[in-house]
Each structure stands twice: as C-alpha cells, then as structure tokens.
Nanobody, 127 residues
Framework: QVQLVESGGGLVQAWGSLRLSCAAS????????MGWFRQAPGKEREFVAG????????YYADSVKGRFTISRDNAKSTVHLQMDSLKPEDTAVYYC????????????????????WGQGTQVTVSS
C-alpha cells in the first residue's frame, strides 16, 4: 500500500525558511515523478513544484520560482521542498503527491495526473 507522509510544516515569520519532507513507501519510489501542491483557505489546490524520477528535471510555479527548491533522495524514498524568503501568501496546507501512472515519466503540473497524495502539512507565514 502506497503511503506518503509529509513533515516539516509550521509557523514562520515572513522572509524565513522551512524545509518540508515527504517520505514514500509501498512502491519503487525512484521510478516516478513527484510533486508538491498547496491549498490555501477558500482557494483551489495549486501546483507548487515537481521533479522528474531521476531528479534531473524540476519545474516551479511562477509564484515560487527562485524561492523554493524541490529535491529528492531516491535511496531514502524522500522528496523535499526547501522554502526560502517565505511570504504571508505562501500560507497553505502543503501536499506531497506521487505520479505512479508514468514510470520514468517527466514532471507534470496537473493535479489530476497524480494518483497518490499525502495528508498535508500546514505552513503558516506571519507578516
């Protein structure tokens, strides 16, 4: 059974940093692209960052480009999201997602392409 467990969320002041982690189990992690999404209160879920199965390709939403960095450690079946220069508008529940439909597939940004999701971790940025 596939499980994705996020950690690392919390409360931080504006311009601070947080590092989110997602631990995956239940399937060969290294073959599949992974992504991070977020959902703020009253808003739709949105793509934040994605990474290819190898880690060689990454893609970011314009709103986080230059501030967030996605990475993965296939040996440890984990994916990370380093968030720097955080802004109050980054406040949301952050979700890790796995695209297990596409073995060795590229990064995708549509949530519908991801078939497993974590439970989410809250990130709150105060001004």
């Amino acid at each position: 059974q596939v499980q994705l467990v996020e950690s690392g969320g919390g409360l931080v002041q504006a311009w601070g940093s947080l590092r989110l982690s997602c631990a995956a189990s239940g399937r060969t992690f290294s073959r599949y692209p992974m992504g991070w999404f977020r959902q703020a209160p009253g808003k739709e879920r949105e793509f934040v960052a994605g990474i290819s199965w190898s880690g060689h390709s990454t893609y970011y939403a314009d709103s986080v480009k230059g501030r967030f960095t996605i990475s993965r450690d296939n040996a440890k079946s984990t994916v990370h999201l380093q968030m720097d220069s955080l802004k109050p508008e980054d406040t949301a529940v952050y979700y890790c997602a796995a695209n297990y439909k596409k073995t060795f597939g590229p990064v995708v940004t549509a949530g519908s392409e991801y078939d497993y999701w974590g439970q989410g971790t809250q990130v709150t940025v105060s001004s």
